[in-house]
């Protein structure tokens, strides 16, 4: 019975949750006090960093899909994956941009 209420214990105690979070670094241990300025700016951060990671795996080829899948299981750092993307987006930018060049002067 004891170890039965020590599992719940933990399952509902939610400063072990909070415990578990941080130990992921999902969540800062002490977290600044956040304008609400601030807090719009990084949610926008996030909300574009996840585009572009789900625009690389719904649009992207399947080596850049498996490049970066490689990238986040080697532990790299959220600002590690967004500079891969950022690359990744810039090579995908400059091909689009060759790609028309190559169209243009081929109707002339």
Do not use: C, W
């Not at 969540?27 to 909300?47: K, Q």
């Amino acid at each position: 019975m004891r170890e039965q209420n020590n599992g719940s214990q933990k399952n509902g105690d939610s400063s072990h949750r909070n415990e578990s979070s941080q130990s992921a670094g999902l969540e800062p241990s002490n977290p600044p006090s956040r304008t609400p300025d601030r807090l719009a700016e990084e949610l926008e951060y996030y909300r574009n960093f996840l585009e572009q990671l789900l625009g690389l795996v719904r649009d992207g080829d399947q080596e850049d899909v498996n490049r970066m899948i490689s990238i986040i299981r080697s532990d790299a750092s959220p600002q590690e994956i967004l500079t891969a993307l950022s690359e990744n987006t810039a090579d995908n930018a400059q091909t689009v941009q060759r790609d028309i060049g190559r169209s243009n002067h081929n109707q002339n």
